[in-house]
Nanobody, 124 residues
Framework: QVQLVESGGGLVQAGASLKLSCAAS????????MGWFRQAPGKEREFVAS????????YYADSVKGRFTISRNSTKNMVYLQMNSLKPEDTAVYYC?????????????????WGQGTQVTVSS
């Protein structure tokens, strides 16, 4: 597993932007696809975005496509989620995740390592 720590969450108004960061341990970081998931109270954890090991392939949930951008920096062992045009329905705890499966397998079950989450709240 890889140890993951998220940061960058906060309270913003609709239409604002936030950039989430995920710091990963150096051990086997480049062996993992990385993803972002989110979970609202009483709801299941849902896929947001993922990025391949080399960073050349990305996937996005339809609800965030065109607004969110996932990226990674292998040298710094960091994964980012740039969130623009935030909506109230984006409010959730956002989790960074790492997995050794194929990048196109977007389900939470394909990820083995999880951060503790960072809260994103978007007001109307």
């Amino acid at each position: 597993q890889v140890q993951l720590v998220e940061s960058g969450g906060g309270l913003v108004q609709a239409g604002a932007s936030l950039k989430l960061s995920c710091a990963a341990s150096t051990l086997t970081f480049n062996d993992y696809k990385m993803g972002w998931f989110r979970q609202a109270p009483g709801k299941e954890r849902e896929f947001v975005a993922s990025i391949s090991r080399l960073g050349s392939i990305t996937y996005y949930a339809d609800s965030v496509k065109g607004r969110f951008t996932i990226s990674r920096n292998s040298t710094k062992n960091m994964v980012y989620l740039q969130m623009n045009s935030l909506k109230p329905e984006d409010t959730a705890v956002y989790y960074c995740a790492g997995g050794q499966g194929a990048v196109w397998t977007v389900g939470a079950e394909s990820y083995e390592s999880w951060g503790q989450g960072t809260q994103v709240t978007v007001s109307s």
